[in-house]
């Protein structure tokens, strides 16, 4: 019994394959870069809290009206 041979098609579609895998991880790391950069940027913890776009009261200052 021989073996077979891989078809042209195969060995095109396996290119087209490792280009589409090459370009989903800089993708990926685009988006990674991204994120870390933002982060870093803001310093500190609770500043990137803030940007959740959730109103959270923990997160207000007190006015100073202690009553």
Not at 12 to 35: E, H, P, Q
Request: charged share 25%.
């Amino acid at each position: 019994m021989a073996l077979q041979v891989e078809h042209e098609i195969h060995t095109r579609r396996k290119g087209r394959n490792y280009g589409v895998g090459i370009i989903l991880l800089a993708f990926i790391g685009m988006v990674f870069g991204l994120t870390v950069v933002k982060v870093v940027q803001l310093g500190d913890l609770g500043q990137f809290e803030r940007f959740d776009r959730v109103v959270r009261p923990q997160l207000i200052p007190d006015e100073g009206g202690g009553e």
